[in-house]
């Protein structure tokens, strides 16, 4: 019997640096822009980069090494442009796990985003309410998560450490940022906006089914607010990486947890809620996005 150790074989569809520095080369060759913040938009809620002025787009298809998104409501491009003198990029659309996709893929942007100078992720994302005082077209600032596919091993950051990224262990407490979230919810105010803006925990599954009644009952015991199929890998990437976070949920719909309700959750409701609420959620993300700076991390 062959008794020496080996070591553990790196999963084939794990990005090498390699991989990342040819993105990242690619798109700094095309674009003049050089972003410090970068947005990624969830379902229906891709026209929060029409914000941006000396737009420049380019397709995930024609991006080296880019995962492409498969899913209605995710247009997939690369917007980089200008909110008032911010240089930021936004990602319309992205990939999911449930797409057969590699959490290395899921998470490939975030990592092009901090070679290209990025220091601060604004993640959205169309969620269900659990907590029974949500209701449809309420946002949701995220303060924290929990992260069920990783909790089954299903994480980005398993396998062996790039340290050029970060450390081993990084610490996820502090996954978002507490300025970023108070000056959301005080821009909330200014609008007068308050009463649909709210605060709590986000939570992922993998999808793609919605949640059956049971593990809605289930997950509203742990804590959570809302629930969605997105965002908390892109997160921790971008927390591993020393990039500030800050996140919003969309309620789209009230997630079951009575077995006498009859009414069902689809995606096109999903994508109709992103449209009542795009003009607010654009003028959040933009006034955010100039005002951030004068946040410390």
């Known amino acids: 019997l062959n008794t020496k150790k080996q070591a553990p074989t790196v999963n084939s569809n794990c990005c090498s640096f390699e991989d990342y520095k040819l993105t990242t080369e690619w798109l700094l060759n095309q674009t003049s822009h050089r972003p410090k913040v970068a947005v990624i938009c969830g379902s229906g809620l891709g026209l929060l980069a029409n914000a941006v002025n000396n737009r420049q787009s380019f397709r995930y298809e024609d991006i080296p090494n880019f995962p492409v998104s498969t899913i209605p409501g995710h247009e997939g491009c690369l917007v980089f442009g200008t909110i008032k003198d911010q240089c930021c990029v936004f990602m319309q659309g992205r990939v999911h796990l449930y797409e057969g996709y590699s959490l290395c893929k899921v998470t490939f942007p975030v990592r092009i985003f901090k070679l290209l100078g990025v220091e601060t992720l604004v993640v959205t994302n169309a969620s269900g309410g659990i907590c029974q005082d949500y209701k449809v077209g309420d946002i949701m600032v995220i303060k924290d998560h929990i992260n069920l596919p990783g909790f089954a091993g299903q994480h980005p950051l398993c396998g062996p450490n790039d340290e050029r990224f970060g450390v081993r262990f990084p610490c996820m407490s502090d996954a978002y940022s507490k300025d970023l979230r108070r000056l959301a ?41 809302a629930v969605g199929m997105s965002t908390v890998p892109e997160v921790t990437v971008a927390k591993h990486c020393g990039i500030r976070v800050f996140g919003l ?9 009575d077995y ?38």
């Open 249 to 257: 949920s969309l309620i789209t719909n009230k997630v079951s947890l």
């Open 260 to 297: 006498s309700r009859e009414e069902m959750v689809n995606h096109e409701d999903v994508l109709l809620t992103g449209k009542m609420r795009a003009e607010f959620l654009q003028k959040l993300v933009a006034t955010l996005i100039i005002r951030c700076n004068h946040q410390e991390q």
């Open 185 to 225: 919810l005080d821009i909330s105010s200014e609008m007068g906006c308050s009463d649909f803006v709210r605060e709590g925990v986000y939570c992922m599954v993998s999808g793609p089914n919605f949640e059956t009644i049971a593990e809605a009952r289930m997950l509203q015991v742990l804590g959570c607010d």
